[in-house]
């Protein structure tokens, strides 16, 4: 009886420590050895699994999954080939942040250009759509005290690549460049003004401070020299939401978001504040089930969409110009192919599944698929509907006017 009572003692004491040795895995600095906080952890097939905890722990990796890729901003991305490692050790990336450019005008706004990577997914209980998608962006920041314009904070699309993979659980496996519906969350948060410093980390060198919320880490902000770091959970305060004020909306309202992680990287801080002339890059991790009753009605499908979308912002140029070249800018129309892709040197490479994919939708003979193949039920009738309203009107008008 009682060598019975070990064996099933064992049974599942094993599991549990090996289960435990799984989650070992702790990512640090290389330098000062210091755990990094929420550094995202992403599958061979670039699908992402989790975040490191505030001790910067692993979370649970199945060994099918690896290789695996961490990445944190501000450091070089980090590849572990299988589990065993304890400590997982992370370099800190050379900051290029540029230089800021101040003219001698009275009132000025500060003018950024980005760049951006964004990796979303939508998932439903039959169909998966990943997207991948780099695209430039600016942001318009006028000064305290300007009055009659108020920019723009959140980022402006100047030129985009997408690159779709569609998935489903009738087998299929097919990619485009185009989707009849936006799903991400990457045009939604912005760009901070200004933040005060924490005051553990106003002083050079090195420094930590973790500031809690009601049931978890509010903010954590980290120094290493003159570089700082800020990581905000929006979900854990409140307060936390100006952070994101666009977002608070869907907030309130019923998108049910299940992860809404921000991390910004400042460089040259030698003040109690942070602002956007420190920016250099930022990235937000951003997990929700749907986006809006648009999703839902696309797939028939019996369950919710769920949206995953991590994406990283590079600052490539900021400038002081007057108000009223702003305005200038403001009123812009971009067209298609007006902006170059402006790709920053030394950034990480691509995941081998994501040159995966652009190299096949640059494969695509667009023209002899638009002749060969049927349009998708599930979607075709969202782009019939759209082209039959516009044809009616356009005959309506005719009519109208007396045209035949």
């Not at 599958?43 to 001790?55: V, W």
């Not at 695209?135 to 690549?161: A, H, I, N, T, Y």
């Not at 193949?373 to 009738?381: C, K, L, Q, V």
Request: hydrophobic fraction near 40%.
């Amino acid at each position: 009886m009682i060598f019975r009572q070990i064996i099933i003692l064992l049974a599942i004491v094993i599991p549990l420590g090996m289960q435990a040795q799984k989650q070992a895995s702790v990512v640090v600095d290389a330098a000062s050895g210091e755990p990094l906080a929420k550094a995202s952890v992403f599958d061979r097939k670039g699908n992402f699994i989790g975040l490191t905890s505030t001790s910067g722990r692993m979370p649970l990796v199945e060994d099918e999954s690896y290789p695996i890729v961490i990445r944190y901003l501000g450091y070089e991305p980090k590849t572990v080939k299988r589990q065993g490692t304890a400590r997982i050790r992370m370099s800190e990336s050379a900051a290029q942040l540029p230089e800021v450019v101040v003219r001698s005008d009275i009132r000025k706004a500060l003018h950024i250009l980005g760049y951006m990577r964004e990796y979303s997914t939508l998932t439903t209980y039959t169909d998966t759509v990943v997207l991948f998608r780099e695209k430039m962006v600016d942001f318009m920041l006028p000064e305290q005290g300007v009055r009659k314009f108020s920019g723009w904070s959140l980022p402006r699309m100047l030129s985009c690549r997408s690159y779709y993979r569609f998935r489903n659980a009738e087998g299929l496996d097919s990619v485009s460049d185009a989707f009849p519906d936006h799903f991400s969350w990457s045009d939604w948060v912005c760009i901070p003004r200004r933040i005060p410093l924490s005051e553990k980390v106003r002083a050079t060198g090195s420094a930590t401070d973790t500031i809690r919320g009601k049931w978890a880490m509010s903010r954590l902000w980290r120094r290493s020299r003159d570089r700082v770091f800020l990581d905000v959970d929006i979900l854990t305060d409140t307060v936390n939401r100006r952070f994101v004020p666009q977002l608070s909306s869907f907030i309130k309202d019923d998108i049910d978001f299940r992860r809404l992680d921000v991390r910004y990287v400042f460089d040259n801080c030698n003040d109690n504040a942070v602002t956007a002339d420190n920016l250099s890059g930022m990235s937000f991790n951003i997990e929700s089930r749907g986006r809006g009753r648009n999703l839902e009605r696309l797939f028939r499908s019996p369950g919710p969409a769920y949206v995953d979308t991590y994406a990283e912002l590079y600052i490539i140029d900021k400038e002081y110009i007057p108000i009223k070249e702003a305005k200038q800018w403001e009123k812009f129309a971009m067209e298609k192919g007006d902006v170059a892709m402006l790709v920053p040197d030394g950034l990480p490479e691509l995941p081998a599944s994501t040159r995966e994919l652009i190299a096949r939708v640059e494969n695509i003979d667009v023209t002899d698929i638009r002749l060969k193949t049927e349009i998708d039920p599930r979607i075709g009738h969202l782009v019939v509907l759209k082209w039959d309203i516009l044809s009616r009107l356009k005959r309506m008008g005719k009519a109208f006017i007396g045209l035949k």
